[in-house]
């Protein structure tokens, strides 16, 4: 991802509200995946999962978070992905049956759109 495809995605990200930091970061989580996706992932790979760090979005949420909150710390925002991503998949099909996350919504897009897509290089061309 270059840096302003990356910068567009972190100012969109940022702007996807919550009334606390935990907030922000559940907020931005559901429009990158679903909670299914998430249950899959721990901070750091812990009982056999797969690890979020080691993911390229994980600087781009911790950008977020931190964008839309100056003075927190990376420890904070990473508590907070941790607990996100530990309730997932108690949360299940509630956010699920809302409709398709942004991944879901971008893959079946139709070409014609205007809207610019989180994931796809394409979208700095416009």
Known sequence: MDRSHRKKVVNYLSLQ????????????????????????????????????????????????????????TLKTVETCIADTLRYAPHRGTRVDEAGPSMAESNVAATEGSRSPSLFSESADSE
């Open 17 to 72: 509200g919550g009334k606390s930091p935990g907030e922000s970061v559940r907020c931005i989580m559901r429009e990158i995946g679903t909670n299914a996706l998430w249950a899959n992932y721990s901070l750091k790979g812990r009982q056999g999962k797969r690890k979020f760090q080691d993911l390229a979005i994980y600087p781009v949420v911790v950008q977020a978070c931190s964008k839309s909150y100056p003075k927190i």
